[in-house]
């Protein structure tokens, strides 16, 4: 009997083998996964062909970026079809058509702003864009809000045109602080989640960083992914232990209050097929199947905590 995962109406059955490379590649980490509006999973990642395209069944259609990026950390997909390629160690934000070529910078490559970061996250002056950015969303208003990242506390926003209009945070643990913003996730009404890692929750604000709420108990959130029925996914990082087995990395899926109702992953031997070692990107198709990155290698390998062979990459057919 095939193993499932999940609970209630979020159930799902694991596809092995989806997205597999052309023998002498590797994914190494796989740092985001978006879906075009031609049904087309975009995968980033930081092997030596950084942007990997699939059909919906897994075959390799095409792939670009090769010798673009510094360190690939985060991907979206306006719905103008725009490919948004966040790199953290290169201070930038790349603008791209569909078929890879480049549009629109964000940020001066190489080049991170005078934030005053060392190496602690409560002691952060915070800056402006950018210095170590993470993730990106765009807003139903055609904004683009930016988490900024491991060497900064804040959001930037800017307009389509990349004009830079404004940013938010500072260090701390307080409403509206952050430590290591690293997932954004717009909302069609108006507001902006951010994935506040260091401090396992999810702030969300309005479109001018005004602070509403948050959620609690998220497990080092690196993803937020909103579906077109309301529900949200999470990749999960947990925490970094240094014992396999207890590492705390899950997916879980989320109402708007942030309310559980599925989730799976953190039972067991995080390198076995279906659990999860570092999830780092996450997202679900038009048919309802979820995709989750890791940054296996990054997190886990390097350390010794899990095999070489452990996933980068796995598909999950919803049961219906």
């Not at 804040?154 to 690293?182: C, I, M, N, Y």
């Not at 659990?275 to 990155?293: E, S, T």
Request: hydrophobic share 35%.
């Amino acid at each position: 009997m095939t193993k499932r995962f999940g609970q209630g109406d979020y159930v799902y059955e694991l596809v092995p083998g989806w997205g597999a490379l052309p023998s002498g590649w590797e994914y190494k980490d796989v740092v985001g996964i978006r879906e075009d509006s031609r049904g087309r999973i975009v995968v980033f990642n930081r092997g030596t062909h950084p942007v990997v395209v699939f059909d919906r069944d897994g075959k390799l259609l095409t792939t670009w970026g090769d010798g673009v990026f510094t360190r690939p950390h985060g991907l979206q997909i306006g719905p103008d079809g725009t490919i948004y390629c966040v790199d953290d160690q290169d201070h930038t934000v790349r603008a791209f058509t569909p078929d890879g070529k480049l549009r629109l910078t964000l940020g001066t490559p190489g080049h991170a702003s005078q934030t005053g970061w060392i190496s602690s996250y409560d002691t952060l002056p915070g800056g402006g864009p950018f210095n170590r950015p993470t993730n990106i969303a765009v807003a139903s208003n055609g904004d683009l809000y930016v988490s900024d990242g491991y060497g900064n506390c804040r959001v930037h926003r800017f307009g389509a045109d990349g004009t830079h209009k404004e940013s938010w945070g500072s260090a701390g643990q307080g409403a509206g602080q952050f430590r290591l913003p690293h997932g954004v996730c717009a909302e069609p009404f108006g507001s902006v989640l951010v994935g506040d890692r260091a401090n396992d929750r999810i702030q969300r604000f309005d479109l001018d960083g005004r602070y509403l709420g948050e959620w609690t108990g998220v497990r080092a959130p690196d993803d937020i992914f909103r579906d077109a029925s309301g529900a949200y996914y999470v990749a999960e990082l947990g925490k970094a232990a240094a014992v396999v087995g207890d590492l705390g990395a899950r997916v879980t899926i989320r109402n708007r209050h942030g309310h559980i109702l599925s989730a799976w992953g953190d039972e067991g031997d995080p390198a076995s097929d279906g659990n999860f070692a570092a999830p780092h990107a996450i997202c679900v198709d038009a048919h309802g199947d979820l995709y989750v990155g890791e940054v296996t290698f990054t997190a886990r390998i390097s350390r010794g905590l899990v095999g070489p062979d452990t996933h980068r990459l796995q598909k999950f057919a919803r049961v219906h």
